[in-house]
T-cell receptor, first 109, second 116 residues
Framework: GQQLNQSPQSMFIQEGEDVSMNCTSSSIFNTWLWYKQDPGEGPVLLIALYKAGELTSNGRLTAQFGITRKDSFLNISASIPSDVGIYFCAGTNDYKLSFGAGTTVTVRA | DTGVSQNPRHKITKRGQNVTFRCDPISEHNRLYWYRQTLGQGPEFLTYFQNEAQLEKSRLLSDRFSAERPKGSFSTLEIQRTEQGDSAMYLC??????????????FGPGTRLTVL
């Protein structure tokens, strides 16, 4: 089964807002990855983190590798409509990725 | 650079039939992975190849499942005697064997299997 807990499970965004989500694990990982998945498609890699404490940005996305190596968070700044989708965290110590259940981001009407 | 491709994108079959899916990884990626994803969940690891060698199989991969990567390039995943519980999205991913980047896995679009 999956070891990673993502929160929140779902969230609504308004264009221009900043969005935060996180991921915690009962196990230590030496690599954290964040993916985004659109309906009917495969996950797309957003950010990879390799060092505890590392803060990495990719455009409007920023992710951090927690100091304890058991957590990570993802921030999206100034959200736009195409940010909707499901965001997954994944941790690994070798070749096998363990995924969370995802955070679903939807546009607030 | 083309990404990971998977065929077919959708497959509907009757219970008891055999199905086979194909994955073409990113060229020069020598690692290839299969995952399964059910609704509302993240992908779950099934198996992994380094070149043509299958190095690990998850407990999720029952006797009815078999995967091959005969020449170290494309891979096939076959499910025999399909059951309704096999209905899921089957995802393929690939990565390079590179000690600084070897955990960055790139996924294909998936094959959606529906077993009636």
């Amino acid at each position: 089964g999956q070891q990673l807990n993502q929160s929140p499970q779902s969230m609504f965004i308004q264009e221009g807002e900043d969005v935060s989500m996180n991921c915690t694990s009962s196990s230590i990982f030496n690599t954290w990855l964040w993916y985004k998945q659109d309906p009917g498609e495969g996950p797309v890699l957003l950010i990879a983190l390799y060092k505890a404490g590392e803060l990495t940005s990719n455009g409007r996305l920023t992710a951090q590798f927690g100091i304890t190596r058991k957590d990570s968070f993802l921030n999206i700044s100034a959200s736009i409509p195409s940010d909707v989708g499901i965001y997954f965290c994944a941790g690994t110590n070798d070749y096998k990725l363990s995924f969370g259940a995802g955070t679903t981001v939807t546009v607030r009407a | 650079d083309t990404g990971v491709s998977q065929n077919p994108r959708h497959k509907i079959t009757k219970r008891g039939q055999n199905v086979t899916f194909r994955c073409d990884p990113i060229s020069e990626h020598n690692r290839l992975y299969w995952y399964r994803q059910t609704l509302g969940q993240g992908p779950e690891f099934l198996t992994y190849f380094q070149n043509e060698a299958q190095l690990e199989k998850s407990r999720l991969l029952s006797d009815r499942f078999s995967a091959e990567r005969p020449k170290g390039s494309f891979s096939t995943l076959e499910i025999q005697r399909t059951e309704q519980g096999d209905s899921a999205m089957y995802l393929c991913a690939s990565s390079r064997l590179d000690w600084s980047l070897n955990n960055e896995q790139f996924f294909g679009p998936g094959t959606r299997l529906t077993v009636l």
